[in-house]
């Protein structure tokens, strides 16, 4: 039986080689993301090149009142939900003392706020049908923080935190908790990776995160 999973920010980087990934390994999809036409496109394709189900609705995660309506909605799509990939994220840098922390509160109202909306109604969901595996896509700058991008690296180390919370709690409801922290990915929306350490390509990357996420 095909396994569902449901990926957020799935319209473009990560998020939709991470689609491409699990549908080649057979599983019935669940995309969201703000760009509704881009999320058509990638199902259509992706259902069209491995004969899997993918269905798609439209969500902004930073509007963290929506998630648990537009998950909802996904589960009844789908029959059920095995996995959630939390990746919807923003980058985002800015100086220290330039007084304007706008950009921070927008990334972590995005990275913080709505990954942790998501995996909360994941977990109502996961809870009510007895199983589930929640996935947070955080970054080796919870580890490393970026000079520039403290708002970026403190989103991500709290997430991470967050999860690892998560896990604790939830190991004995049968929910699985997998932290994703990768490093530099080349993707469409970070065009120049190539100046850095160690970048991959992200349909490599996402070959590698759901060999992960399998075997939990």
Do not use: C, W
């Amino acid at each position: 039986m095909s396994k569902n999973v449901v990926i957020t920010g799935a319209s473009s980087g990560i998020g939709a080689a991470l689609a491409q990934a699990f549908a080649s390994k057979g599983y019935n999809l669940g995309l969201a993301a703000r760009r509704i036409d881009k999320l058509e496109s990638l199902a259509k394709q992706l259902e069209e090149m491995y004969k899997v189900r993918v269905v798609v609705t439209a969500l902004d995660v930073q509007a963290d009142e929506t998630i648990s309506a537009a998950l909802r909605e996904l589960a009844q799509d789908l029959g059920q939900i095995d996995i959630v990939v939390a990746n919807a994220g923003i980058g985002g840098s800015r100086r220290s003392g330039s007084g304007d922390i706008s950009i921070d509160k927008t990334i972590m109202q995005t990275n913080l706020i709505g990954a942790i909306a998501t995996l909360d109604a994941a977990t109502k969901i996961f809870l009510a049908q007895g199983h589930g595996h929640l996935v947070g896509m955080s970054s080796f700058s919870a580890f490393s923080p970026l000079p520039g991008s403290a708002a970026y690296s403190a989103s991500k180390a709290a997430l991470t935190n967050y999860m690892n919370a998560m896990r604790l709690e939830l190991m004995n409801k049968k929910i699985d908790v997998t932290i994703i922290h990768p490093g530099f990915i080349k993707t469409d929306i970070a065009p120049h990776m190539d100046k850095y350490p160690f970048v991959i390509e992200a349909d490599v990357a996402a070959q590698q995160m759901v060999r992960a996420i399998e075997g939990k």
